[in-house]
């Protein structure tokens, strides 16, 4: 409204990025990093704390909130996807195409391992302070967890793997639902209506691995803790486990947006082209 | 706005149900579905990690989720009953017909036990983990009341039915009062608004029998359960206190909707026809 | 939309009621009704479960949806007052008259009356369970804090009464600059608003006496439980006690709202009439 | 609408203040009070209570909605900063002068200090129930930390330092992104979405200080409890520790909100203006 420029306007003048793909880059590399630097010290100050500050609740209402502003900032810049098997849904939908995919995948999986690396670093004082400066994979002072899903003792390589098929599946599926026009969501709800769809899943799907739901943000700070915890991070509890939620969400991604779009989206009636009328009044 | 279709247009042109029934019964049976699996599931956590892991407030807000998103992907192909209690008020309020109201009572206790079946599959690793194998209704093992309600020890029948009558009775009456287009609440909050319903049941009549309130969610999990964990589903603790969620929600949603409308909904003033303006200032 | 009306709009055409102070009256009386049958049930459910069913965030949030439902259901009919100390900021900001505003506090008062005397009828079995059948008002069976409140130990008479004009001051402070149509904020969330005011004066202002911060929700349930508890109610622990929650929240209210207006309100600037644009881009 | 002037609107007609800067001063001035008022009684309730009545969910929710509605309050007079960080970062902006930036700074500072007053004189009983009337900084009977941040244990100085950084910057670069125009998010939501960032800052990086996060917040009450607490308050752990919660979010809410405009503000494009239209469907 003003007609001088304040100082982030004169400087958009000069560093405004204008090819795609770029633009697409940082912005998932950004977000990704965000959202598993912010994700991660929320593990951080659940595991180290012994589970008696952040209780479950608040790692349910962490996370969300860490999914609703990383999506709310990078929204307009490359769609939020934040996590390669949301992209990979849109691959299977025709709405992006595969060089594109990748160019997602390797930002989302180098912003989650930097936002990892950025954890470890700024909770260095308090991993030391709970190991005692020795970093472990399983045990009473294991940390690594702060970092990678580790299944629950009971869980099986095909119970790990059907529970990030599950997870992911539904987060796909209600993402589709809020997204597809026909349901008429306003979009500046979205964001916040993925916040709530990672509450629900981490209240229902979130004992056997933890919802990590997204290979960008396992797979990433997994590889980053292979260097400070040791290659036992691949071997937890056995060496395949790790594929679980690395390719598994991939799997559940598709099914459940497809899914949505067999039982509900095909069927829906295209609205009625009106004005903005928040109410009818039955008269 | 893209003029090349992208592949889940291309889709619906192929399977695009229009026939209104099979279109109804479609969106119940998996919104229903989606409801119980995920609501089980949410039970599971909290009963499974010895309401350590899952709190009160988990299940509260997760079963709100649970609601606000399943309505939110079928609120438009079916209207979102998901709930045979509520289905039979609008039946009360003559919106739907008798065979309709069948209809959506199939489709709804048809989902709820694929729901339990799901849940069963999906957490068998962690029920065995928890009872070592042996499946039991009562005691400190027990998982029956993952998929249906068993009442508190000092319980009545009476108090067991009267519970559900006012259960659902407020679920309905404020689904009634956020519907009403008198109330001119916009309808793209109403999902979110019925989940914050449930999460205020949940705190005030959850203590008796879990707050089912609606005939589905009970009858068809328990019916699941009849076939893994025997004819005690039925029996606990007597051979009728099942008839209590079954029934009484039917009864407690017709008196809570036409209660709502002969304290308030009846009196309310029609409003003036105007455009859209969100603020009045006096001036 | 439909040309036939359905059951509740032909029942309306004979049943409604166009005399103001009666619609006012049974609009007021059904709010204050279900907020207090409502909200003591949430206190059941942490007293009777030893406040690990229902611990203090389910409190907050419990009472903050029973404000925002019962709220959001009558706000049409009668302005959703539901507080004699929220009527009585009004009358001193010359929005209603006097006589009016005691149509109002009879309503409300009557209304809590009731909802105190639907849960002790509702969890009558629950509470026999937990204290044996030997109603209390103090000492570790004691059930009367379920239904009015009593201060904690160290708190004097002058510490519960500053504490009832701070909590309500707070209260009317916030519902003033949400409702000041210069702040506009669109009416349809003030319900949900006012919740989110609750949740933060629980977790503030909730520790000396539990936040009552309404005389009808406090006075009404007191008097019901002089005939099921005696007059203890009355006495715990001195006799001038109930003054506190019963009289401190009129002028608490009364100084938040115009403090709110001393420092705000007075001075915010008329907005310029426009068309609803919800974006101004700098350009 | 109604033409008769009512008693708020006869007051503001003699009372309105006209004088920017004088108008800017009480609203932040009041708008910190109430935020430290409210913000130090949560902390007094989570202390007071060995943090069994509010848990860490509480203090992030009370806060939360502690910022929500101090900023709904004083949003449309002064900007509702209420933050000297924030402050700061719009001063980097180019938004504000530098004289104005220290008329916040002054503001701020005073509100937080009375209401540190506030709560001390409001809590003064449980504090002296708690501690036996001798106040300690350190120690099983601590309450100084009701006011001001004191580090963790293992927490060094650079820690403490960069913790302030890092959440602070957060705060920061979602604050610049929910109001950057571009992104179109309705400024009805803003003041809700701030409360969303603080629940997500305080169950991610709250452990090493608890996110004071604000100057002011932390400086006005510390210096209040020279007063009440003697100069440990200034040296503990040791001299230079408070350094860290006064000026390190300065640092941080520059970094954070011009790294979000790094990554992400620069490179929006601008919307094309459009009438509002809440839906686009595919056709």
Same mark, same amino acid.
């Given at each position: 409204m003003s007609h001088i420029k304040n100082n982030t306007e004169v400087a958009r003048d000069k560093a405004r990025v204008q090819n795609e793909t770029l633009k697409v880059f940082l912005s998932e590399f950004f977000g990704t990093f965000l959202l598993c630097f912010i994700g991660l010290a929320i593990n951080a100050q659940f595991i180290l704390r012994h589970e008696k500050l952040n209780q479950w609740i608040n790692v349910n209402f962490g996370w969300a909130f860490a999914i609703v502003f990383s999506v709310m900032a990078t929204a307009k810049t490359s769609g939020a996807h934040l996590n390669p098997a949301i992209t990979f849904m849109f691959y299977t939908y025709g709405n992006i195409g595969l060089v594109k995919m990748f160019v997602y995948f390797a930002a989302q999986t180098l912003g989650a391992f930097l936002g990892a690396a950025g954890v470890y670093g700024f909770y260095y004082e308090a991993i030391n302070h709970f190991d005692g400066g020795i970093r472990a994979v399983v045990g009473s002072t294991a940390t690594a967890g702060i970092f990678a899903s580790y299944p629950a003792p009971y869980c099986s390589f095909f119970g790990a793997f059907l529970d990030q098929i599950v997870g992911t599946g539904l987060l796909a599926l209600f993402v589709s639902a809020i997204i597809d026009p026909r349901n008429e969501v306003p979009s500046h709800l979205h964001a916040l209506l993925f916040g709530g769809v990672l509450v629900m899943i981490g209240c229902s799907f979130g004992m056997n691995l933890g919802y990590p739901i997204n290979p960008a943000r396992d797979f990433g700070p997994r590889l980053f803790t292979l260097l400070t915890y040791g290659s036992d991070v691949f071997n937890s509890?056995?060496? %395949? %486990?790790?594929?679980a939620p690395t390719f598994a969400p991939l799997i559940g991604a598709a099914v459940g947006g497809w899914l949505y779009h067999a039982f509900i989206g095909f069927h829906l009636s295209d609205p009625i082209k009106k004005d903005y009328i928040p109410i009818n009044v039955a008269a």
């Open positions: 509890p056995s060496a %395949y %486990y790790w594929i």
